[in-house]
């Protein structure tokens, strides 16, 4: 009867982590990892490119705080859109609001869509539809956000305690109440946490979307690329880093003193 079942569960085990393994292995030889020469060459190249990028070129830095601003603003915009949008598609993705299950389908659906399409792809063809600017550069970085957002909060719901929303719906209450006055409230604390994190996700995102037109401080760390001024690159991305510590460090003080 066992060997009706298949193999017993160690033996599976073992198969599926020689699998996994076989499966690395071939990715690792796919990409070049296992081409030593290729590795050490890549290595002396490295060496002699950091020799370059000192020292910094920071004589520039009144300029990239503007870009860094809109940066700031795109990653802000973005992550409040995907939150006003991400309701909605929570309501009707959750088990227990779902209007229909046909309705939930679709809506989980439109959910692993958005998530599939990358932010630069999406950067890129709304550049082309509205032109450059920090406007495609939030909006791509919204419709990516919701496909995530929105399938956590959906999944955050049906993981709720049932009872509180079972005894509303025993009062005549609909969806949209039991939505509102028990699914959000008990919730909260953990799509707080959700959109806090997104929102520093959008913050590097941000940055390179500049590379696309998008706008933003990105935008002039690839013009000093292409330049080849590599002592700027270096100032550019020390200044990255530090308003990008900034902006996780105010995150998690945000979401310390919320979710209290």
């Known amino acids: 009867m066992g060997a009706a079942n298949g193999p017993p569960p160690v033996r599976r085990v073992h198969l599926l982590l020689l699998a996994i393994g076989a499966a690395v292995a071939l990715s690792c030889w ?33 300029h990239w705080l503007l870009p860094l601003w809109e940066t700031l603003c795109m990653s802000v915009a973005s992550t409040a859109l995907a939150v006003v949008l991400s309701l909605p598609m929570a309501f009707l993705a959750s088990r227990p609001t779902a209007p229909h299950p046909l309705i939930r389908y679709l809506a989980r659906g439109v959910l692993n869509l958005l998530r599939a399409l990358p932010d630069l792809l999406l950067a890129l063809l709304l550049v082309a539809a509205v032109g450059f600017g920090q406007l495609p550069g939030a909006m791509a970085l919204a419709i990516h956000s919701v496909g995530m957002v929105g399938k956590f909060m959906a999944e955050t719901m049906e993981q709720a305690d049932p009872d509180p929303a079972e005894a509303l719906f025993s009062t005549g209450a609909d969806r949209l109440q039991v939505f509102v006055h028990v699914l959000l409230p008990q919730c909260w604390p953990s799509m707080l946490d959700l959109v806090f994190y997104r929102w520093e996700f959008n913050m590097r995102s941000a940055i390179v979307l500049g590379a696309v037109g998008a706008g933003g401080i990105g935008t002039e760390l690839i013009s000093a690329l292409r330049l080849l001024d590599y002592g700027q690159v270096t100032a550019l991305l020390l200044v990255i880093f530090l308003a990008v510590a900034l902006v996780d460090q105010l995150s998690s003080q945000c979401r310390q003193h919320l979710t209290r």
Request: glycine fraction near 16%; hydrophobic fraction near 45%; charged fraction near 20%.
């Open 30 to 62: 796919q990409v070049g990892l296992f081409d030593l020469q290729r590795l050490w060459d890549g290595a002396q190249g490295l060496g002699e490119l950091l020799g370059e990028l000192f020292p910094l070129r920071m004589q520039r830095w009144p």
